[in-house]
């Protein structure tokens, strides 16, 4: 049974870092896609960051050059550094996992691409 479970979430200041992890569990290969979405109440879950199994990031244009996703393959940890926050940051972050791959594409940043999600962690990022 896969299991995700996030934390690192809490509140800072505009221009300050935070850095969220997700921890994996029952993953059935070290080679799945891996990503981080976020949502905001009222508003559709946003792809922020995607891993394919080759390696492959994918940023959203909004966190370009600002966050960094990573993985920790031997202990199954997927990693989003957050810096330089801004308000508009402020939101819930779900880890997302699936054994498909997609090469990188656009279909990496796309919910409907993965099976498995965690709970959340709420950053709240105040100006």
Sequence with gaps: QVQL??????SVQAGESLRLSCAAS????PYWSMAWFRQVP?????????L???????YAPSVKGRFTISK????DIVYLQMNDLKPEDTAMYYCAADP?????SWQTLLDTSYN????????TVSS
């Design 72 to 75: 920790d393959n031997a202990k």
């Design 52 to 58: 394919d199994p080759e390696g492959t990031r994918i």
């Design 100 to 104: 498909r791959a997609y090469g990188g």
């Design 116 to 123: 498995y999600w965690g709970q959340g962690t709420q950053v």
């Design 26 to 29: 029952g993953l059935t290969s």
């Design 5 to 10: 479970v996030e934390s690192g979430g809490g």
């Design 42 to 50: 009222g508003k559709e879950r946003e792809g922020v960051a995607g």
